[in-house]
């Protein structure tokens, strides 16, 4: 099998500029597979310190989040042009922790798709089924409302990456079995494939780590990995940087 894997650290509220140096010193100490594509998400205001350091590598910056207005008066808040300006590439959208915590419907973060597109970033939409949703057989439904609100209509051609997360397999140590990812990617890659969508990744999150990465990357429809526990230590990325190897093309 041969595939090119992208590979999201999504480092959440975690790192401050001098343990984030050292993991990237660490990192680019080592030659990197040309064909796997790897983003490093942090921290909102480490961005410019991360994507200087990154900007001598093939790492791409990626952001955690972003705000769908252009500008206004919206105290607090970070647009896709601001991003795009400190070199951001990828940018992480309706991740369940901001859909729970911070109340973000499917209509924001179909807004927040369309304004990285319209900003020349590529987004990372997060879709996945609560533990009482997939009990309860909801889980074909819940995806095709969130892909329903990402897939706009404005999507086009535009090149964007679909994160399937089950939100009882993040940070709890569970993942989701091989039946379970394959069903769910094949599912989300019918209908990109009705909406026109060709220009699609799929890639998998939730307790993503060096131990399972191969058999999370050997299902079919599985394009790379969001990960966020197993991505806060060099050596960790490193180790699933390697695995990730063997599957790449060349
Ligand atoms: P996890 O997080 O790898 O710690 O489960 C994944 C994510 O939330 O993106």
Partial sequence: MSKHALLVANWKLNHDRKTAGVFIDAILANTLPEHISLAIAPVMTMLDFVGEKLSRSKIALAAQNVFYADSGAFTGECSAMHLKEVGVRYCIIGHSERRVLFHESDVDVGKKAHACLRAGLVPIVCVGESRDERVGGETFNVITRQLDAAFHD???????????????AIGTGLTASAGQID???????????QAGKLNLRIIYGGSVNPQNIEEIMAISHVDGALIGGASLQAESFLSMVQKLQRYSSK
């Fill in 154 to 168: 404005d999507v086009g051609a535009h090149e964007i990456i679909i994160a399937y997360e089950p939100v009882w």
């Fill in 183 to 193: 069903e769910v990617h094949g599912f989300i890659a019918q209908m990109a494939r």
